[in-house]
């Protein structure tokens, strides 16, 4: 069973012979874990559970061959059944289970002719580590197992060797949080931390605080900004240019009607319309320009003297043109 080459030593053959040499016809005296007597059917109850169990297993179903192992055990309780009994656990991940079984085995058969061979396996399960999954609140912690940094970040997945560890997840910012585990071989564990943010980092960002108590205004900002002339001026001309192009449309209908029906109304009134579209153009491209100048000349100035320079600023249309105060 050391091996698993083949299955063909969980055959029925093999322990039909042990249970039969534990009759009372058979000449060799049994451990002590084996009843004195038994009937002959429990004897055939045996046999059939554990020819049920060693079919299960060679077609790979081990829960079922395990149950049926032991029950054949129950029934007889030969010390030959732990070994298929440890093989079923150890498929099916049971390695405790399976450590537990083989100990007994080589406990109540210590003359086996594998005992060598089992050993060796059994101290193989043993060593075998365990899944600990480590998460931690917030994730992307280093973990660290005994002072060893691991490659995983949490949540994550280490396996660490049977035995009492120390595990800690680090992120900058917060302090280390250790954990004391015990791992047993092949069993899965969880290990959650929750991360407290470390007391230097906090006070570095806390706001200053000025000696009564108060805390500090933030620093002033030394950037700029575009002042409410300049997007003033940018609206006007646009409102201009809108009123210009409209009253240009209507000068041209005048125009095209005057052509096809000429009258004094028609002239008078296309005349108007195309002064106001002038009036309009013109108010536009002086806008424009205004915004210009004044965006140029506040790129000089801070922005703390810039917004009561902007909140100053008017813009008005005068019968002569257009007036920009401050």
Same mark, same amino acid.
């Given at each position: 069973?050391?091996?698993?080459?083949? *299955?063909?030593?969980?055959?029925?053959?093999?322990?039909?012979?042990?249970?039969?040499?534990?009759?009372?016809?058979?000449? &060799?005296? *049994?451990?002590?874990?084996?009843?004195?007597?038994?009937?002959?059917?429990?004897?055939?109850?045996?046999?059939?559970?554990?020819?049920?169990?060693?079919?299960?297993?060679?077609?790979?179903?081990?829960?079922?061959?395990?149950?049926?192992?032991?029950?054949?055990?129950?029934?007889?309780?030969?010390?030959?059944?732990?070994?298929?009994?440890?093989?079923?656990?150890?498929? @099916? $991940?049971? +390695?405790?289970?399976?450590?537990?079984?083989?100990?007994?085995?080589?406990?109540?058969?210590?003359?086996?002719?594998?005992?060598?061979?089992?050993?060796?396996?059994?101290?193989?399960?043993? &060593?075998?580590?365990?899944?600990?999954?480590?998460?931690?609140?917030?994730?992307?912690?280093?973990?660290?197992?005994?002072?060893?940094?691991?490659?995983?970040?949490?949540?994550?997945?280490?396996?660490?060797?049977?035995?009492?560890?120390? +595990?800690?997840?680090?992120?900058?910012? /917060?302090?280390?949080?250790?954990?004391? #585990?015990?791992?047993?071989?092949?069993?899965?564990?969880? +290990?959650?931390?929750?991360?407290?943010?470390?007391?230097?980092?906090?006070?570095?960002?806390?706001?200053?605080?000025?000696?009564?108590?108060?805390?500090?205004?933030?620093?002033?900002?030394?950037?700029?900004?575009?002042?409410?002339?300049?997007?003033?001026?940018?609206?006007?001309? $646009?409102?201009?240019?809108?009123?210009?192009?409209?009253?240009?449309?209507?000068?041209?209908?005048?125009?095209?009607?005057?052509?096809?029906?000429?009258? &004094?109304?028609?002239?008078?009134?296309? *005349?108007?319309?195309?002064? @106001?579209?002038?009036?309009?153009?013109?108010?536009?491209?002086?806008?424009?320009? #205004?915004?210009?100048?004044? /965006?140029?000349?506040?790129?000089?100035?801070?922005?703390?003297?810039?917004?009561?320079?902007?909140?100053?600023?008017?813009? *008005?249309?005068?019968?002569? $043109?257009?007036?920009?105060?401050?």
């Amino acid at each position: 069973m050391s091996t698993r080459r083949t *299955q063909c030593i969980w055959l029925l053959p093999g322990l039909l012979a042990a249970i039969g040499a534990a009759s009372p016809a058979g000449a &060799q005296p *049994q451990p002590a874990a084996t009843p004195a007597a038994a009937t002959p059917e429990a004897l055939a109850d045996a046999r059939r559970a554990y020819a049920e169990g060693t079919e299960h297993f060679n077609a790979g179903r081990f829960a079922e061959a395990l149950a049926a192992f032991e029950r054949a055990f129950a029934m007889r309780a030969n010390p030959v059944v732990l070994k298929p009994i440890a093989e079923c656990h150890e498929r @099916l $991940g049971h +390695v405790p289970e399976a450590i537990a079984a083989l100990e007994r085995y080589l406990r109540e058969l210590p003359t086996a002719s594998d005992h060598a061979l089992l050993e060796t396996r059994l101290a193989t399960l043993r &060593q075998r580590p365990a899944r600990v999954t480590v998460t931690s609140v917030p994730e992307g912690a280093q973990i660290t197992v005994d002072g060893e940094a691991r490659p995983q970040r949490t949540p994550a997945d280490v396996d660490i060797a049977p035995g009492h560890h120390r +595990v800690s997840a680090t992120l900058p910012g /917060y302090r280390a949080t250790e954990r004391e #585990v015990d791992t047993s071989p092949g069993v899965a564990l969880s +290990v959650g931390v929750a991360l407290e943010r470390d007391g230097a980092a906090a006070a570095s960002a806390t706001p200053e605080r000025t000696p009564s108590g108060a805390i500090a205004p933030p620093p002033p900002v030394t950037g700029r900004r575009v002042s409410s002339a300049v997007w003033v001026a940018t609206a006007v001309a $646009g409102a201009a240019a809108v009123a210009g192009t409209v009253f240009g449309i209507m000068a041209l209908s005048d125009a095209n009607d005057y052509e096809l029906a000429p009258t &004094q109304d028609l002239l008078d009134r296309g *005349q108007r319309n195309a002064l @106001l579209s002038d009036v309009g153009f013109g108010a536009a491209l002086l806008s424009a320009g #205004v915004a210009v100048v004044v /965006y140029f000349a506040d790129r000089g100035r801070s922005e703390a003297v810039a917004p009561a320079a902007a909140s100053a600023a008017r813009l *008005q249309l005068t019968g002569t $043109g257009l007036r920009v105060t401050f």
